[in-house]
C-alpha cells in the first residue's frame, strides 16, 4: 500500500494505491493524523482491497473529520471494495462519490 | 466446478478412536468461492471431519492440502501461519469464559497483529454488528444464551477477515430470525467476496439455502457429493430419508435386534 497526502482545492486528498489491511493501515492512520482540513477525501481507485482493520480506520477518520465540524468523502471505489462496505453496511455512515473530481465539488 | 481453483483437497483421510473407524478413506476437493455443506447423522464424523481441516487433529492417514501445504504434516509454527488465513466456528461457540465478548473477538486480532486499541474497539462493533449483537462487547459470555454465544464464536472467526471459513452447526439453537441473519451472511460472504465455506450444518432450511455443493458422509464415507439439485433428487435411500427426516428407513436408529435383552442386562464396565 501507498498513500500519497495532497492538498487540492482547499482539501486534503488521501490517494491509497493497493491493499489496506493489517500491516499497512496504521500507515494510512498516520497519515491522517498529521492533517488539520476540515474537508478530506481518500481516493479508493487504485485500491484493490480493504480488511477490517481498513475500514475500521476509514471510519475513525470520518468521526474525527466529523467531530470537528468538518465532512469526509470516499471517492472512485471499485465494485469488490464498494461490496466491503456494503456488508457491514458502511455504505451507509459515509458519502461516496464516483470520483475523485466529483467528490471534489461535493463534499 | 471444474474450473474453479481447488483450495482445499482431502485425500484418502483416515482417522480412528480406539477401535473405531470414524473416518474411512475421504476424498473430497473444495473450490474457491464456494459454499460446501457437510451433512451426515449425528456422530457421523463431521465435527471430526473439520478439526482435521483446520489441522487440530492428526489423521491416521491421508492427506489434507490447504494453501499449498499438507496440513496433515505441518508442525506448529506452520500451523500458525495457515490458521491467520482460516476462520472456524466451533460447535460450543469455544469463548474463553474469563473474557468479555470483545475481548473474545479481539483475540485472534491481539495475537497476530500489532493494531492501535481505538481501531480493535471499532473491529469488535463492526463484526458485532455483522451478527446480529450491537453492545453486547462488555457482556461475559455466562451472561448470553447459546445462540448469543454461537454468534460471538461467529464473530471471532471473521474478525481476521479469512478467506475460508469453517462452520460447525452455525445456526443450531438459533431462532428463525437468526438463523436466516446468519445464512444471508454465510451467502453474502461468498457472493459478494468470494469467500469459500464450509459449513457442517443439520438444518435443512440452511442446506438448500446456502449450499453450492452438499456431501453427505456415511459410516465414515462420502456417499454423494453434489448441487442440491442433485442431493435432492438423489435416489440413494439413506440420502432421501436423511433430507426427509423420516424416522424409518435405512438409517436405523432403533437398535432392538436379538441381543437387545443381554445388552440391557450386562454390566457396565467400571
Ligand atoms: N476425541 C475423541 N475421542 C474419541 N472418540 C471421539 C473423539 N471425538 C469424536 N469421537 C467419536 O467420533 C465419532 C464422530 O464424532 P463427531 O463429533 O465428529 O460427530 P458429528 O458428526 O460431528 O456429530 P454431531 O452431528 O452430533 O455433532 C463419534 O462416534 C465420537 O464418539
Ligand atoms: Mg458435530
Avoid at chain 2, 474411512?24 to 455443506?37: D, F, K, P, R
Avoid at chain 2, 469455544?94 to 479481539?106: H, K, P, Q, R, Y
Amino acid at each position: 500500500m501507498e498513500v500519497k497526502a495532497l492538498e487540492e482545492n482547499g482539501f486534503s486528498v488521501f490517494q491509497v494505491t493497493g491493499e489496506i489491511n493489517i500491516s499497512t493501515s496504521p500507515e494510512l492512520r498516520k497519515a491522517f493524523e498529521k492533517q488539520s482540513s476540515k474537508k478530506v477525501v481518500v481516493d479508493l481507485e487504485k485500491v484493490t482491497y480493504i480488511d477490517s482493520s481498513g475500514l475500521a480506520t476509514l471510519v475513525e477518520m470520518l468521526k474525527k473529520t466529523k467531530a470537528q465540524g468538518g465532512s469526509l468523502g470516499l471517492a472512485g471505489m471499485t465494485d469488490k471494495v464498494k461490496s466491503l462496505f456494503e456488508i457491514t453496511k458502511l455504505d451507509k455512515l459515509f458519502s461516496i462519490y464516483s470520483s475523485r473530481a466529483q467528490a471534489l465539488t461535493q463534499v | 466446478m471444474s474450473d474453479k481453483e481447488i483450495v482445499i483437497s482431502v485425500r484418502n483421510l483416515t482417522r480412528n478412536f480406539g477401535e473405531r473407524r470414524i473416518l474411512n478413506g475421504i476424498n473430497l476437493e473444495i473450490c474457491q468461492g464456494e459454499t460446501l455443506v457437510i451433512m451426515g447423522g449425528s456422530g457421523c464424523g463431521k465435527s471430526t471431519l473439520l478439526r482435521h481441516l483446520i489441522g487440530s487433529m492428526k489423521p491416521d492417514s491421508g492427506e489434507v492440502w490447504m494453501f499449498g501445504q499438507d496440513i496433515a504434516k505441518a508442525n506448529e509454527d506452520e500451523l500458525d501461519q495457515i490458521r491467520k488465513k482460516f476462520g472456524m466456528l466451533f460447535q460450543s461457540g469455544a469463548l474463553f469464559d474469563s473474557m468479555t465478548v470483545g475481548e473474545n473477538i479481539a483475540l485472534p486480532l491481539r495475537e497476530h497483529a500489532k493494531l492501535d486499541e481505538d481501531i480493535i474497539s471499532i473491529i469488535i462493533k463492526m463484526k458485532l454488528e455483522l451478527v446480529g449483537l450491537r453492545g453486547f462487547e462488555n457482556l461475559m459470555p455466562s451472561q448470553l444464551s447459546g445462540g448469543m454465544k454461537k454468534r460471538v464464536g461467529l464473530a471471532r472467526a471473521l474478525v481476521m477477515d479469512p478467506k475460508i471459513i469453517f462452520y460447525d452447526e452455525p445456526t443450531a439453537g438459533l431462532d428463525p430470525v437468526m438463523t436466516g441473519v446468519v445464512d444471508k451472511l454465510t451467502i453474502d460472504l461468498t457472493r459478494k467476496l468470494n469467500i469459500t465455506s464450509v459449513v457442517v450444518t443439520h438444518d435443512m432450511g440452511s442446506v438448500f439455502r446456502i449450499a453450492d455443493r452438499i456431501v453427505m458422509l456415511h459410516q465414515g464415507n462420502v456417499l454423494q457429493i453434489g448441487t442440491p439439485d442433485e442431493i435432492k433428487h438423489s435416489k440413494n435411500p439413506i440420502i432421501q430419508q436423511f433430507i426427509t427426516g423420516a424416522a424409518e428407513g435405512p438409517i436405523s436408529f432403533m437398535q432392538t435386534g436379538d441381543n437387545y435383552l443381554e445388552h440391557l442386562t450386562s454390566k457396565i464396565k467400571e
